[in-house]
């Protein structure tokens, strides 16, 4: 009869036991949903094979000077999917492209949501001077073309993958900030917003440990939705030249395809496999990220 | 691409807090959406003073080190942008041109920026122009197709196929297609031209002959950008159509006994068109920079060549006033889907 006097929790201890069982349920609830299991996982077979790179391909088969297949050949038993200008595997490429592509989207939407979150929290809850710029300014870069903004700050900042990312994210933080924002103003109105305040909690603990909790699960939804937005800019960026050139990415391999003439010459192997790896990628990222909207939104759920 | 929409969301939030004061409302909120986007359009006059300025080291000399810059060139630049002087001159100067139509000398056609940037403007307009109506033609249908048959495989066959089009960069399609139709695979012939605009053996360019030959230079770039453009309307048709069925004044016309079809056409979809001719309205702003990359593949002469073309020298007078009149365009855009919006829907504005 010793376990009826169990010793009584800490309040850490029943928090934490509180966050087990809701992301509990969460699982539970994103469970049901057949297509975004499929992206996840779609996306564990990608990260296994970007992490696992060099056990699936050594280095040396993707450096232009240690290249030992022909120009262009077609798939073979010794390169499945065929070789590039350079006479590399094409497929070699893709395993290591996926490293640049999924570290950069990643990197990117990092950038991204953090800068969202940040000025979305404080464009909400200040209702001064400042939070009214704070959303004037989410306004205008929302307003601003994504892609002649990223052409010209990528031009300005010369190519790097640090650059790319970066350039990412500052394309793409506004549409987070803003979600975060009408979040953010919706939660300040709740009456347990004002209680904290009636007893004298400052704007940083108000904003720290009442509202961002409350905002934490839109912002996990809305990251795998940018990062299948950062993934196909990443690809488009390099296919304009404006990436790093000493790495490999799935975006990069397009633009070499297309500026060896991949197309004229008929080399479908060298054009369709890092499009189609981009295709499924972002669409894996955009199915569970709408498995989550639904799973963190009921009205969603209701309807659906 | 779901971030214009929000923008109408966080503009109909805001609304309501205004002052009620009836008469007098609607001029202020016309009022207040023109000043904000002069404001805008302020900024980013601005933003492209200083970032073209932050270039790492003296702007001069980062010019300079391409070689398509001669000695006279660099003096002529350090002129026109004035760099001899203090900044906040420098700073009047560059506003003074720029609201005069001086843009500067490319470094790479020698001409004034201002007449490149018109005369690559027609091509782009015509391009994703057309295209831009098509999608939203196609993409409403497709996405009313999909919500009345919600959850059948019509349905499921129209979101996946919306779904895997939005997830796909549009120029890798238009690669594809380019390789496909136009250089011919397998038992596929060379149905379409491989790029440009013309064909070289025009001889009058205002001939019915010459405008038919465009249309068939310009069919598989404006196939590609109406693919890429109608996913994106089927998918918020779909959504904000199954958004009107969930409500309560549907449920009121069946119950007074109208016939379903009379419910989904009379009632539902005039709402739910509501939320895409804003976007539609809005992507016309798009219209000027959305086709960099297409134009870029199918080597159509328009800004977004241009703008590529620039990148790679890197011609930079031509990359500011691209980026200019791309913002412009999108902030006029912008401009009128709120007008529009709020002429369309009254409740934003009150």
Known sequence: MTTTSKPALTARQVAWRRRRQSAGRTWAEFRRHRSGLVGLGVLVVFGLAAICAPLLASHESIEVTKATGGVLEAPSWDYPLGTDADGRSVLALLIWGSRVSLMVGLLATAISMLLGTLVGLASGHYHNFFGKALFRITEWFLVVPWLPLAIVLSTVLGPSLLTVAFVIGIVSWPATALLIRAQTLSIESRPYLERARALGAGDWRQMRRHVLPNVMPMVFANTTLTVAGAILTETTLAFLGLSDPLYVSWGSMLDEAFNVGAITTGAWWFMLPPGICVIVVVLAFTLIGQALEEVYNPRLRERA | ?350
Do not use: C
Not at chain 2, 245 to 252: F, Q
């Open chain 2, 1 to 350: 691409m779901s971030a214009p929409t929000s923008t109408l969301v966080a503009d109909a939030e805001i609304q309501p807090s205004r002052s009620e004061r009836r008469g007098s409302g609607t001029w202020r909120y016309v009022g207040s959406k023109v000043l904000g986007s002069l404001g805008a359009l302020l900024f980013v006059v601005v933003f492209n003073f200083f970032l073209f300025r932050v270039i790492p080291g003296d702007p001069v000399r980062t010019l300079a080190r391409n070689r398509l810059v001669s000695d006279k060139q660099v003096e002529e630049l350090t002129r026109t942008l004035g760099l001899e002087q203090p900044l906040p001159q420098q700073f009047l100067t560059y506003l003074k041109n720029t609201f005069t139509g001086e843009f500067g000398l490319s470094f790479r056609y020698r001409q004034p920026v201002g007449d490149i940037i018109i005369d690559r403007l027609w091509p782009t307009l015509l391009l994703v122009g057309t295209s831009t109506i098509l999608a939203a033609l196609i993409g409403v249908y497709l996405g009313m197709v999909s919500a009345w048959n919600r959850g059948k495989v019509v349905d499921n066959v129209s979101t996946g196929f919306s779904l895997t089009l939005y997830s796909m960069p549009e120029w890798w399609l238009g690669l594809v297609l380019l390789a496909v139709f136009a250089v011919g695979a397998g038992p596929i012939p060379s149905l379409f031209p491989t790029g440009g605009l013309h064909s070289t053996d025009i001889q009058d360019p205002n001939s019915f002959a010459a405008g038919l030959d465009t249309a068939w230079h310009l069919a598989l770039p404006v196939i590609t950008l109406t693919l890429a453009y109608l996913a994106e309307y089927s998918l918020i048709m779909r959504s904000s159509l199954l958004d009107e069925m969930g409500e309560d004044y549907i449920t009121t016309a069946r119950a007074k006994g109208l016939r379903d079809v009379y419910v989904r056409r009379r009632h539902a979809t005039r709402n739910a068109l509501l939320p895409t001719t804003t976007l539609v309205v809005l992507n016309l702003g798009f219209v000027v920079s959305g086709a960099i990359t297409i134009e870029t593949v199918f080597s159509i002469p328009g800004l977004g060549l241009l703008t590529t073309e620039a990148m790679d020298v890197p011609d930079y007078p031509v990359l500011q006033g691209a980026f200019l009149i791309f913002s412009a365009a999108v902030i006029f855009a912008n401009l009128i889907a709120n007008l529009a919006y709020s002429w369309l829907d009254p409740r934003v504005r009150t």
